[in-house]
């Protein structure tokens, strides 16, 4: 089966601009969570979302938000983009939130804000 | 706190050499480890992850962890290294029924040939 989908892959935006980053689980996968990934910071958590409800929420600026669909499908939004916010954003999804369940990663979106 | 410590950012190994990339953790709750690969400008894939079930965990391409509860430890090898092996390593950790995946730093594996 399809593995988890993000969209767009790469973009390319301006500072101060707003940016809406695509997210489709795995089929039959109702939790997706998002990670930003840089050089410097590593991987860093960014919300979990499980039934169109946010279980958990990362340590970042109100800037960074995200939803969830009732189809499972999430997006996450970064408005007044900063320079620093240039990263690969990964989405990954799993059955439920259990912290046994294998999370499964995507290819990721390129963000850069130039 | 919880949090997961992979020392070092670089180990290079010869073709045909033993991998040991070393992953330790802090938990006050039993963990759920992971192993994830990520190859150049690629996602991150699962290698394999510990659940309780069997302390000695096999996983995908030849590699296996052991998850050393004394030693706070999931230790990640490979018999024999390939060239195809080279990437980036991240060990990873959820503890607690609300818990996030906490990452940590990521090594990075080449092989020489």
């Known amino acids: 089966k399809a593995g988890v989908t993000q969209t767009p892959r790469y973009l390319i935006k301006t500072r101060g601009q707003q940016v809406t980053l695509s997210c489709s689980p795995i089929s039959g996968h109702r939790s997706v969570s998002w990670y930003q990934q840089t050089p410097g910071q590593g991987l860093q958590f960014l919300f979990e979302?499980?039934?169109?409800?946010?279980?958990n929420k990362g340590n970042f600026p109100g800037r960074f938000s995200g939803r969830q669909f009732s189809n499972s499908r999430s997006e996450m939004n970064v408005s007044t983009l900063e320079l620093g916010d240039s990263a690969l954003y990964l989405c990954?999804?799993?059955?439920?939130?259990?912290?046994?369940?294998?999370?499964?990663f995507g290819e990721g979106s390129w963000l850069t804000v130039v | 706190a919880q949090s997961v410590t992979q020392l070092g950012s670089h180990v290079s190994v010869s073709e045909g050499a033993l991998v040991l990339l070393r992953c330790n953790y802090s938990?006050?709750?039993?963990?759920?480890l992971f192993w994830y690969v990520q190859y150049p400008n690629q996602g991150l894939q699962l290698l394999l992850k510990y659940t309780s079930a069997a302390t000695l965990v096999k996983g995908i391409n030849g590699f296996e962890a052991e998850f050393k509860k004394s030693e706070t430890s999931f230790h990640l090898t490979k018999p024999s290294a390939h060239m195809s092996d080279a990437a980036e390593y991240f060990c990873?950790?959820?503890?607690?029924?609300?818990?996030?995946?906490?990452f940590g730093k990521g090594i990075t594996l080449s092989v020489r040939p």
């Open positions: 938990s006050s709750v039993p963990p759920y």
């Open positions: 979302y499980f039934s169109e409800t946010q279980r």
């Open positions: 990873a950790m959820k503890a607690g029924a609300n818990s996030k995946l906490t």
């Open positions: 990954a999804s799993s059955l439920d939130p259990g912290p046994g369940n294998t999370i499964y």
